[in-house]
Nanobody
Framework: QVQLLQSGGGLVQPGGSLSLFCEAS????????MGWYHQAPGKESELVAT?????SPTYGESVKGRSTISRDGVKVTLKLRRLKPEDTGVYSC?????????WGRGSQVTVSS
């Protein structure tokens, strides 16, 4: 079993920045992908960014140029910049091993003045 511990998030003004953190623990492969997904109210979850064990990132279209994902072993950080009201929602950390996919509990981000 794999556990994902998330932290960060909260209320931020439009145009502001914030960081989200996730740390994986448990029965991990030597190589696995970690990432973040965003679910806005009333909408489907969408990719924010993923990063491989070799530090190769992939970004979703809605955050390209406004986000940076980084990784240090089992810890991943997502930095979001120039936040917009439509970035509001729940951000969930994901870890994909060769056997299964695991999810964090989600972090609420609210972008509002």
């Amino acid at each position: 079993q794999v556990q994902l511990l998330q932290s960060g998030g909260g209320l931020v003004q439009p145009g502001g920045s914030l960081s989200l953190f996730c740390e994986a623990s448990g029965n991990l492969d030597s190589s696995f992908v970690m990432g973040w997904y965003h679910q806005a109210p009333g909408k489907e979850s969408e990719l924010v960014a993923t990063i491989s064990s070799s530090d190769s990132p992939t970004y979703g279209e809605s955050v390209k140029g406004r986000s940076t994902i980084s990784r240090d072993g089992v810890k991943v950080t997502l930095k979001l910049r120039r936040l917009k009201p439509e970035d509001t929602g729940v951000y969930s950390c994901k870890a994909a091993t060769s056997r299964a996919t695991f999810w964090g509990r989600g972090s609420q981000v609210t972008v509002s003045s």
